[in-house]
């Protein structure tokens, strides 16, 4: 599929799920489809994505903010947000990008929310105060077995240490995977689960098919 750019507004296009689902590589497939097509894209990552959000990443994903617990973890996770929205996201945005994001808000909701026990409310404060108006234009949710995930994240380490999050139990990964699917459930204008237990290639022709369906169809049709 191939697309002339158009002057349109930029978007901002999500990567969700659990671990090892493939989010990193589908995220740089579609970047190389749409720069195919002529579009500016940014790619970047949660947490992290400019420079004091990724020493919060390291902090995060170290373990060392565990011991306070998930609200502690969600209110950290929340202020790299709000660095890396105001910082990268909404000035990318604003001068017509497409911004790519391996995991937002979502997972916070997942992880701290859901799994954490942190109130929702309290979650969509943060949330807010972190985000404001520079919400995801589609949230794609990459579904997986969760030992399915956990194997692959496995087999794609080379020895790096495991995080503070793949070093959970089966059981909270299990729950992880169905507060990723509820949150697609509840949200299914934004929201899209693709079965990533296809073809790596697979997966990236329905994510292209998905981002063209929503984005770009109404762009060929009048450039014929």
Known sequence: MTFQATPEKGRFITFEGGEGVGKSTQ???????????G??????????GTPKAEKLRAFLLSGRAAPLGP???AALFSAARADHVETLIAPALKRGAWVLCDRF???TRAYQGARGGVDAKTLALLERAAVG???PDLTIMLDLPAQEGLTRAASRRHGEEVDRFESEAPAFHDELRQAFLDIAESEPERCCVIDAAMTIDDVARAVQRLVHDRFLAHAA???Q
């Open 27 to 37: 995220l740089a497939r579609l970047a190389e489809h749409l720069r195919d097509c």
């Open 39 to 48: 579009f500016e894209v940014v790619m970047t990552r949660e947490p992290g």
């Open 71 to 73: 609200l502690a973890e």
């Open 105 to 107: 808000a979502d997972s």
């Open 133 to 135: 108006d520079t919400r």
């Open 221 to 223: 049709q009048a450039a």
